[in-house]
């Protein structure tokens, strides 16, 4: 019996041939060639102004976070349910996270437990479009500008999301993106910081090359201290290919979810939502179990590991984790991740491997 991974990359010829060239030949004046490549070609798709390639998205958010002032004392409030990378760059700046409840539906910021938490110390909303779904971004933003606050994306899971007509991660005053090995575009470890803000890039431009702003003349000068959170070329590569076959890439994401949904649709779960005027590029398609249905998703993760399939948890809330403070308020995000299980999703998943999930998914769920 074949083994099913919940993910891994989709890497052809392409990816091989523009790695192989920037091995052999990307050195020297050409040491920054694919890196420029890359964030050309990235900016373009998402239609941003700006985009400086990242050795990780964690890297980014923390460059970002840097940027816009967060420091000793403020606040930047974020969802509970998320990874720790989305949190963890706010505590390196000396910030405290503030955890709020998210939605039922989406799994992403409730905009109404956003504005409550507001205090005279916050300085950021972060919005994670959670498994590829997208926030309630009107609403964020109208919260953001009332209270003259920055609005930050993390995107690092919707590559090929978009709220009405504009694409996940080029709405906020930056938006932070991944490209890790699991993610729909990889170049095995990275990520990307976009913005829109001439100001904001110009500064971030100097902190990510070690607090050189650009134009010094003098060599080795630093004008402040800044970062090195750079993008090798090696990886740019990889990530020049990947963005060529993007389209492809997010189809394909498109088109596993699709089957997952159709097959599981009379059972008492819900999955990732696309209401009305949003696209969702399904970077991970998730089942929830309805409240007051028997429901072991232990019970369901050992029967995956003894089919030879790769089933994932759904995040715990991060005020549960031994690091933060418990918020046991959050009774949305408290109440979801038992009950919910991600699904394999990588993009040559055929369909008698997605029919092997589904029968195993039947057997607990009913």
């Known amino acids: 019996m074949s083994r099913i991974y919940y993910t891994k990359p989709s890497i052809t010829e392409l990816e091989v041939g523009y790695a192989t060239d920037a091995a052999r030949h990307g050195w020297g004046e050409r040491c920054y060639e694919y890196i420029g490549r890359f964030e050309n070609a990235f900016r373009q798709h998402l239609g941003v102004k700006h985009a400086i390639a990242t050795s990780s998205c964690t890297g980014a958010l923390h460059m970002g976070l840097a940027a816009i002032g967060v420091g000793a004392g403020d606040e930047v409030i974020m969802g509970d349910i998320n990874w720790i990378a989305s949190a963890a760059p706010i505590t390196y700046l000396g910030a405290s996270p503030v955890f709020v409840d998210v939605l039922p539906d989406s799994w992403c910021l409730d905009p109404a437990k956003v504005e409550a938490a507001i205090t005279p110390r916050t300085k950021a909303i972060i919005a994670v479009h959670l498994y590829g779904n997208v926030c309630d971004m009107a609403a964020l933003q109208d919260i953001a500008d009332r209270h003259g606050l920055a609005l930050i994306e993390d995107a690092a899971e919707a590559l090929g999301s978009s709220w009405h007509g504009q694409r996940a991660g080029s709405m906020g005053a930056f938006g932070v993106f991944s490209f890790h090995g699991t993610k729909t575009l990889t170049t095995g470890e990275g990520g990307m910081l976009v913005t829109q803000d001439e100001k904001l890039f110009e500064k971030l431009a100097g902190l990510s090359n070690h607090g050189r702003v650009r134009g010094q003349s003098r060599q080795f000068w630093p004008d402040l201290i800044g970062f090195k959170y750079k993008m090798s070329n090696l990886q740019a590569a990889v990530g020049c290919a990947q963005v060529e076959r993007i389209d ?16 599981l649709q009379d059972l008492p779960l819900t999955m990732n939502p696309q209401p009305a005027g949003v696209v969702n590029g399904y970077w991970m398609p998730t089942i929830v179990v309805n409240e007051g249905v028997e429901f072991d998703r232990q019970a369901l993760l050992d029967a995956f590991a003894t089919e030879q399939i790769d089933g994932r948890v759904f995040f715990w809330p991060l005020s549960s984790l031994p690091m933060f403070q418990p918020v ?20 040559d998943l055929t369909t008698s491997e997605i029919d092997r999930v589904c029968g195993v998914v039947r057997r607990f769920v009913k």
């Open 328 to 347: 046991p308020g959050n009774t949305v995000s408290y109440g979801l991740y038992a009950r919910a299980c991600n699904l394999p999703s990588y993009h």
């Open 248 to 263: 492809e890439l997010i189809e394909a994401k498109r088109r596993i979810f699709d089957a997952y949904a159709e097959r």
